[in-house]
């Protein structure tokens, strides 16, 4: 079945203990992505990947890293999580980073950071 | 700068009564791709439809209709005969412009709640 998986789903950490949430996708997309969803904000980007190696910043990168040392793994990590990164966030893939196919979206991780 | 505003928050109808969420979309590109998608509350993202800026076809895809409209830079969502599993978040998203970067701007969503 092709989907993106998120791991965890449900995570409660303290601030400043280091975390990764993973993300894989089975469909050999080359574009993948991160977003975090907060109330009355919608989604907003993290970090999006063209293809292995390439990465870059989306609209709210600070406090966030990724790699992408594998077409379809985009680990995101969280070096010294804080508070205001309590959110949901969701990893995408998508076909091509040369047109806006349809992104398929993982299941979501709800992060709380005390 | 692309920006996407659903201007209705929340909005509740009784079943069966047919229901229109709003999207109004800011972009300088010529070509951009316009999406929809649901969110359950079991919290995923549930695609629903891609639509790009050359075509202004009205879509319909079962009780789901979708209304473009270039000149008012508008893609309204209109639900016919509304059911109970209609309850959920709906987002617009635009995409286009950021070549290499299929980033999805969206709005802030619109909860819809249908009373049975």
Redesign the interface.
């Known amino acids: 079945e092709a989907q993106v998986t998120q791991n965890p789903r449900y995570l409660i950490t303290v601030t400043g203990k280091k975390l990764t949430v993973t993300c894989s996708q089975n469909m050999n997309h080359e574009?993948m992505?991160w977003?975090r969803q907060d109330p009355?904000?919608?989604?907003?980007?993290i970090y999006?990947s063209?293809n292995v190696e390439v990465t870059?910043k989306?609209?709210v990168p600070e406090g966030y890293k990724v790699s992408r040392k594998e077409k379809r793994n985009f680990p995101l990590i969280l070096e010294s999580p804080s508070p205001n990164q309590t959110s949901?966030y969701?990893c995408?893939s998508?076909f091509?980073?040369?047109?806006?196919?349809?992104?398929?979206?993982g299941?979501?991780t709800?992060l709380t950071v005390t | 700068a692309q920006k996407?505003t659903q201007a209705q928050t929340e909005i509740s109808v009784v079943e069966k009564e047919d229901v229109t969420l709003d999207c109004v979309y800011e972009t300088r590109d010529t070509t951009y791709?316009l999406?929809w998608?649901k969110q359950p509350p079991s919290?995923?993202?549930v695609?629903l439809i891609?639509r790009n800026s050359f075509d202004e076809q009205n879509e319909i895809s079962g009780r789901y209709s979708w209304n473009f409209q270039k000149s008012t830079s508008s893609f309204n969502f209109t639900i016919t005969a509304s059911q109970v599993v209609d309850s959920a978040v709906y987002?617009c998203?635009l995409?286009?412009g950021n070549?290499?970067?299929?980033?999805?701007t969206?709005?802030?969503?619109t909860r819809l709640t249908i009373i049975p």
Do not use: H
């Not at chain 1, 091509?96 to 979206?105: H, I």
């Not at chain 2, 969206?106 to 969503?109: A, D, K, L």
């Open positions: 574009y992505s977003y009355g904000l919608g989604l907003r980007q999006y063209m870059d989306g609209d949901l969701f995408a998508s091509s980073a040369t047109s806006p196919y349809e992104q398929y979206f299941p979501g709800r | 996407v791709y999406f998608y919290g995923e993202l695609f891609r987002f998203a995409s286009g070549f290499g970067n299929e980033k999805l969206f709005g802030t969503g």
